[in-house]
C-alpha cells in the first residue's frame, strides 16, 4: 500500500474513533435518562449514523489490517505461533480486529432491537444495554497511546 494513502487511512481511522466514541456516548445517555419517554427520531437517527460510521471504521481497518505494515502482514511474515506469542503482534493481528468485530456486531444488534414491536421502554434498555458492551469493547480495544501497543501512537 502506498504510504500517503495509509497514513491518510490510519488519520481516518483514528478521527473516526473518536466519532463513534462520541456517538456511543450520545446514544447511551439519550437511552439511560429515557425513563418512560417514547422512541423518537432523533433515537434512530444516532443509531443510524452510528451504524453507519461503525461499518465505515471497520471497512478502513480491515484495508490497513490486510494492506498495512501489521496485522496480516505480521501473520505471513512471522506465523501464527510467533503472533501469538508476542503481545503487540497478537494485538494488531488477532485481538483488535476481532474485538471491533464483535462492537460492530453488538452496534447492529443495539440498532436492531430498535426496530423491534416492543415498547419504546424495553428498546431504550436493549440499546442501551448492546451499545455499552460495544463501547466498552472498544474502549478496551483501541491502542491507546499510554498502553504498551500503543506507544507511539497518536490521541487522534
Known amino acids: 500500500m502506498n ?18 466514541l462520541l456517538l456511543l456516548l450520545i446514544a447511551i445517555f439519550n437511552s439511560l ?23 465505515l471504521m471497520f471497512l478502513i481497518g480491515i ?8 496485522g496480516y502482514k505480521y501473520i505471513a511474515e512471522f506465523g501464527m ?9 497478537r494485538f494488531f493481528a488477532i485481538e483488535h480486529i476481532t474485538m471491533m468485530l464483535i462492537a460492530v456486531i453488538l452496534i447492529h444488534i443495539g440498532k436492531a432491537q430498535a426496530r423491534k ?20 469493547i472498544i474502549m478496551i480495544s483501541i491502542p491507546w497511546p499510554f498502553r504498551q501497543v500503543g506507544v507511539g501512537s497518536h490521541w487522534y
Do not use: C
Open 81 to 89: 505461533k510467533a503472533v501469538m506469542e508476542n503481545s503487540a503482534y
Open 63 to 70: 484495508s490497513l489490517w490486510y494492506f498495512g505494515p501489521r
Open 117 to 136: 414491536a416492543i415498547s419504546d421502554k424495553a428498546k431504550h434498555r436493549r440499546t442501551l444495554l448492546f451499545y455499552l458492551i460495544a463501547l466498552i
Open 33 to 55: 435518562v429515557a425513563g418512560q419517554r417514547p422512541w423518537i427520531r432523533t433515537d434512530a437517527r444516532t443509531g443510524t449514523i452510528l451504524t453507519i460510521v461503525a461499518d
Open 3 to 20: 504510504a500517503d494513502i495509509y497514513s491518510l487511512l490510519v488519520h481516518l481511522h483514528s478521527i473516526g474513533r473518536w466519532i463513534i
